[in-house]
C-alpha cells in the first residue's frame, strides 16, 4: 500500500511563490512516476509535471518556466517549487504515483491552493 500526503499550499498574492511538498511511504519505487496533478473549480483534473527517477516529464504548457519539480528518491519525497504564481493555478494540487506493472495509481488528500490579491 502506497500513502501520499501533501503539504505546502496556501493563499499567496499573484507573483508570489509556494513550495508544496509530498512525502510517501510504502512500495515506492524512483523508477516509477510520481509528481503532481491539480484541479481547479469546474475543470477536469490535468497532470502538471511527473518525474521518473530525476528526469521529469514534460511541463504543463501554462506552467513551463514558473514551477519546478524535484525528487529525492533517498526520502520518497517529490517537491514542486511554484514561482510567479497567477491567478488561473488556484487549484486543489494532488500529489500522485503510478505502480508502472500494475498501473495502480496513488493520490494524495489534496492541498488547495489559491493565488488572488
Known amino acids: 500500500q502506497v500513502q501520499l500526503v501533501e503539504s505546502g499550499g496556501g493563499l499567496v498574492e499573484p507573483g508570489g511563490s509556494l513550495r508544496l511538498s509530498c512525502a510517501a511511504s510504502?512500495?515506492?519505487?524512483?523508477?516509477?512516476?510520481m509528481g503532481w496533478y491539480r484541479q481547479a473549480p469546474g475543470k477536469q483534473r490535468e497532470r502538471v509535471v511527473t518525474m521518473i527517477n530525476s528526469i521529469p516529464s514534460a511541463y504543463l504548457d501554462s506552467v513551463k518556466g514558473r514551477f519546478i519539480i524535484s525528487r529525492d528518491n533517498a526520502k520518497n519525497t517529490v517537491d514542486l517549487q511554484m514561482n510567479m504564481l497567477k491567478p488561473e493555478d488556484t487549484a486543489v494540487y494532488y500529489c500522485y504515483y503510478r505502480m508502472l506493472f500494475t498501473g495502480d495509481e496513488y493520490w494524495g488528500q489534496g492541498t488547495q491552493v489559491t493565488v488572488s490579491s
Open positions: 510504502g512500495r515506492i519505487v524512483s523508477t516509477y512516476p
